[in-house]
């Protein structure tokens, strides 16, 4: 491994102007990295920030035990501020597995760091991209919030997510409904929505482009008109 060559190029890119270094993530090199050299690399790349951007200790593997120990490490090494954890890859684990896995994974991450993480997959690209200053005020509160979510019940919402199905009723509904989506949801992809649409008689799908789970945040003032006159309206 060539040490030198690795804390340049990390000089190189907070000079050129990048927010934050991703060491050991999911692409190139990284599974053939030995477990010393794993840590080596994340030793370096933080020593290289010295503090000057966030750095994230990439810990994905495809065995859930081998992503806890690689959490663990990381999570002791000076200048880490976040730990990334990936699907498992290869082996397809069904959702129930995937759930479980990053339940394991959160057991050992500061609840503000894990936070950061999920950034990633509520926020739509083009909002993510362009407001890192609200980004870093979600960041700030959350370092401050005296009574985090404990590991139990983060637990407790992931076993309500796999567990709650109440599809087969929609059906029965009757009351107005009005169904608001981002057109690049993660969490809860369109289609749960167009069908939740078409289950529903007489329901309203709403669409907002090119926003994800958090479509209420990204265009707020579309949001709280739109539901404002729906309401007046029934």
């Keep these: 491994m060539d040490e030198q060559a690795l804390y340049a190029l ?4 907070i000079e050129s102007g990048i927010d934050w270094l991703v060491a050991c993530g999911t692409t190139a090199e990284t599974p053939t990295l030995s477990d010393d050299e794993w840590l080596q ?3 370096i790349v933080t020593e290289s920030a ?3 951007v966030p750095v994230w200790a990439g810990c994905t593997h495809n065995a859930t035990r ?3 120990e690689r959490a663990k490490i990381a999570a002791r090494v000076p200048g880490v501020t976040a730990i990334l954890s990936a699907s498992p890859y290869y082996n397809k684990p069904t959702q129930e597995g995937q759930f479980e896995h990053f339940k394991a994974v959160r057991a050992h991450c500061r609840t503000v760091d894990f936070q950061l993480c999920v950034q990633l997959w509520i926020w739509g690209p083009d909002w993510f991209s362009s407001e890192a200053e609200a980004l870093a005020s979600a960041r700030s509160d959350a370092e401050r919030n005296p009574a985090p979510q404990p590991q139990y019940a983060f637990g407790r919402q992931v076993d309500a997510c796999i567990a709650h199905d109440t599809f ?3 059906q029965t509904l009757r009351t107005p409904t009005l169904i608001t989506a981002g057109e690049l949801d993660i969490f809860t992809p369109l289609a749960l929505s167009e069908a939740m649409h078409k289950a529903i008689a007489g329901s309203d799908l709403v669409v907002f482009p090119r926003c994800g ?3 209420h945040w990204e265009q707020l003032e579309r949001f709280n008109s739109l ?8």
Excluded: C, E, K, P
């Design 10 to 13: 990390a000089q190189w890119q």
């Design 41 to 43: 690399v994340l030793r």
């Design 50 to 52: 010295a503090g000057r």
């Design 66 to 68: 081998q992503a806890v």
């Design 168 to 170: 087969d009723r929609l």
């Design 213 to 215: 789970h958090t479509h």
């Design 227 to 234: 539901t404002t006159r729906f309401m007046l309206q029934h």
